[in-house]
C-alpha cells in the first residue's frame, strides 16, 4: 500500500492504532472524512471518550450508534462530499448490555444476568471492557454490509495490542474450558455446587480452586455464566469471525505515531506484533513533525546554521544581529529570535533522526506520511481539513 | 489438607493449565492484579527483620488505565469476598492501597489530551480510591519566548518590510527570516496553549509541580540529573 489514498480505495477496514496523544482519533477522523469525499459511505468508530472527535466533526454528541454528520457542515468548508460520513463512540457497557439483550432468549433471561452479583461486581466492565466490544462492534459493523468503509480508532498502544488479541483470546476462553464447563454443569446450577465439588475432589486442581475462589463465589459464578451459556456459541463465532478479519486482505492497520522517541519505540513495538500476528500492515502516519527549517532553506550554511549546530556562540551572533536591527527598534527581538530558533531546529533535528529508524523499520510496500506540528490543536473540521489536505495531498 | 496448601503452590499448579492460562487471559483485572500483588510483595520484603526497601516506586500505566491498576485488588476481594485468593487480594490491598504509606502521583503533560485524561482521574481517584493523592507533575511545559510584550513586537516586526529586509541580509536570505519569525510564533502559540491547560488543571484541588521543557539532543543522565534539580527546588519551596 503505497498511500494513503491507494488504503481509502482498496480497503474496507482501517484500524488506528498507536500511543495515547498521537492524534489516532483526529487521523481516523480524517480517513473516514476523505473516503466520503471520494464517495465512500465511511463510519468512524471512536472508544476515546472525549469529546474531541464529535466537536471536529461539528457534533454535538456521539452515541453507540453511527450517527450521520450533515453533508451540510462539511459543505460549507468547501469540500465537495460524495459519499456519506457516519461517526460513533464505543460504549463499553452499553454494548455489552446489548448483545445480552439481543441474543439471550428471553428479558427474563437477560434480567438474570444483569441481576447476578457477578456481573453487578464488576465482571460487566471486565467482560464489557473496550478491546472485547471493539470486537463486537466490528463485527457488526462490518458483518452489516451498510458500510464501504469502517475506521476504527483503538485505545492506547498497549491496550491496542490487547485489542488485536481479544479474539483469540475470546476464543480460547470459550473453547474446551473445563473451568466454564464446571461452573455451567446442571449439577452446579441446581445450586449443590460445594457437595458436586466434592464428588469431583480427586481433581487436583478444583480442590485447589475451591480452596482459592471459596464455593460461594463459585455458585455465584456458575449461576451468572450459566445465564449466559446461552451467548457463548454467538460470542465465539462472532470471535472468530473477527480472527479471520484481522488476517484478511481487505483490512490495513494503520500506525499513527509522533516523531517522539518513546512513541517510536512503541509503534516499533507495534509493528513487530502485526509482522508476528501476520495482520496486514498499510502504513504509517506520523503526526507532530517539527520542520526542518534549515534542509528547507538549503543547507546549514550561514547564521542559523552556525547557531543550531554549535560553530558560532549565540550571543556572539546575537550582538551582531542585535546591532543590525537596533535602528528599527527591533534589537531586543535578535536574542530571543535567534536562542528559539536554535531550540526549534534541534527539535526538527531529532525528529528526523527518529524517522531515519522508522524508514528502516518499514521498508516495505507501506506508506509513511508526515503531518507537521501544527501551531494548534486540531478542534473543528477546518483543522481536519487541513490535515486531510497533507495527508492526501497528490504524490509526485 | 487442602487449606495447608501455601497459596504460591497453588498459582504454580493452577497456571500450568492451559484452561486456566485461557481464563486468566480472558479477564482483564487479573493481570494487572497480579501486578499489584508483586509490588505488595516488594513493600512487604523482609530481610534480618527489617524491611528490605525503604520506598518502592512504581511506575504505572497510562493515565486512563492506572485507576484500574490500584482498584484491582479492592475489585477482586469484593467480588470473591472469602477463600484464600480474596485474602490475597485483600493483602495486597492492606499493603500498599489501603495504607496512608502510599501516594499516588500523577505526570501529565500541558496538551489536551493528558490534561482532560488527568483531570478525570484525579476527579475518580478523589471519589473511588482509598490512596492518598499526592502531587501531579506537569512535564515539559514550554514557556514562551516572548515575555514581557516582545510577542506584541514580533507581531510588529513580522508586518514591518524594513524588519524582514534587514533580518533577511542578516540571516542569509529571506526565507530564513520568514523561518526565524514563524518558529517564533509556534513557540508562543504553544507556549499559549500549554498555559491554557495549565490553568485548566489549576482548576482542581491538588499539589502540582510545573516541570520545564529541557532542551537537549541526547535524554542522558545529564537531563535526569537537570530534571531532578528542579523537581528538588519545586518540593522545596
Known sequence: ?396 | MVSKVRFEAVYNVAFALPFVRNTMDFFPALKEYFIMHRIAKFVSEKRNGRYAWDIVIFDGPTTGHSLFYLQSPKMIFDMLKVGAFARDARFTYDTIVGKDTTTFNVVTLAEEMPVNETVQLIRNAKVSLDVPLGMVFVNMINRSPLANGLGEKLKQAAGDARFRQTAGSFLGSAPAAEFALEAAAFQRERARLNQHYVDKLLKEEMRYLQLPFIYSRNFDVNTIIGISEVIRKGLAS
Not at chain 1, 500511543?19 to 464517495?39: D, M, R
Not at chain 1, 554549535?310 to 527591533?330: I, N, P, Q
Not at chain 1, 529508524?357 to 503531518?371: D, N, S
Open chain 1, 1 to 396: 500500500m503505497r498511500s494513503l489514498e491507494a488504503l481509502v480505495r482498496r480497503k474496507e477496514v482501517v484500524i488506528c492504532v498507536g500511543s495515547g496523544g498521537v492524534g489516532k482519533t483526529t487521523t481516523s477522523a480524517v480517513i473516514a472524512l476523505h473516503a466520503a469525499i471520494a464517495g465512500k459511505k465511511a463510519v468512524v468508530c471512536t472508544i476515546d471518550p472525549a469529546h474531541r472527535l464529535a466537536d471536529s466533526l461539528g457534533l454535538k454528541e456521539l452515541v453507540n450508534e453511527p450517527r450521520p454528520v450533515p453533508r451540510e457542515k462539511l459543505e460549507t468548508l468547501g469540500f465537495d462530499v460524495k459519499g456519506e460520513l457516519y461517526a460513533m463512540m464505543l460504549d463499553g457497557g452499553k454494548t455489552l448490555e446489548k448483545i445480552i439483550r439481543r441474543y439471550t432468549a428471553s428479558e427474563r433471561e437477560a434480567d438474570r444476568v444483569f441481576n447476578s452479583v457477578i456481573y453487578r461486581e464488576g465482571a460487566s466492565s471486565l467482560i464489557g471492557s473496550p478491546e472485547y466490544m471493539a470486537v463486537e462492534v466490528l463485527y457488526e459493523l462490518t458483518e452489516s454490509g451498510d458500510y464501504d468503509l469502517v475506521v476504527l480508532d483503538t485505545p492506547p498502544a498497549k491496550h491496542a495490542l490487547d485489542f488485536l488479541t481479544a479474539p483469540d483470546r475470546m476464543v480460547n476462553f470459550l473453547t474446551d474450558n473445563k473451568l466454564l464447563n464446571l461452573l455451567i454443569r446442571p449439577t452446579v446450577k441446581a445450586g449443590s455446587f460445594s457437595s458436586s465439588f466434592v464428588n469431583w475432589a480427586t481433581d487436583r486442581f478444583m480442590v485447589i480452586l475451591n480452596s482459592a475462589l471459596s464455593s460461594e463465589f463459585l455458585t455465584a459464578g456458575s449461576e451468572f455464566f450459566t445465564a449466559l451459556n446461552g451467548l457463548y456459541d454467538g460470542f465465539k463465532t462472532r470471535a472468530q469471525r473477527v480472527q479471520k478479519l484481522f488476517r484478511d486482505e481487505k483490512l490495513g492497520f494503520v500506525l499513527v505515531t509522533s516523531p517522539n522517541k518513546l512513541t517510536l519505540d512503541e509503534a516499533a513495538y507495534f509493528h513487530s506484533k502485526l509482522v508476528e500476528f501476520r495482520m496486514p500492515f498499510s502504513g504509517v502516519v506520523v503526526n507532530k513533525v517539527h520542520r526542518n527549517y534549515l534542509k528547507a532553506l538549503g543547507g546549514a550554511e550561514g547564521p542559523l546554521g552556525d547557531l543550531a549546530h554549535g560553530r558560532k556562540k549565540a550571543e556572539e551572533v546575537a550582538l551582531h544581529f542585535a546591532a543590525d536591527l537596533k535602528s528599527l527598534g527591533y534589537d531586543d527581538l535578535a536574542p530571543v529570535l535567534l536562542e528559539n530558533f536554535a531550540n526549534y531546529q534541534m527539535l526538527a533535528e531529532i525528529d528526523e533522526k527518529n524517522l531515519e529508524r522508522l524508514a528502516y523499520m518499514v521498508r516495505g510496500e507501506e506508506f509513511i506520511e508526515h503531518v507537521p506540528y501544527f501551531e494548534s490543536d486540531i478542534h473543528d473540521l477546518a483543522g481536519l481539513r487541513r490535515i486531510n489536505d497533507y495527508l492526501f495531498a497528490p504524490k509526485a
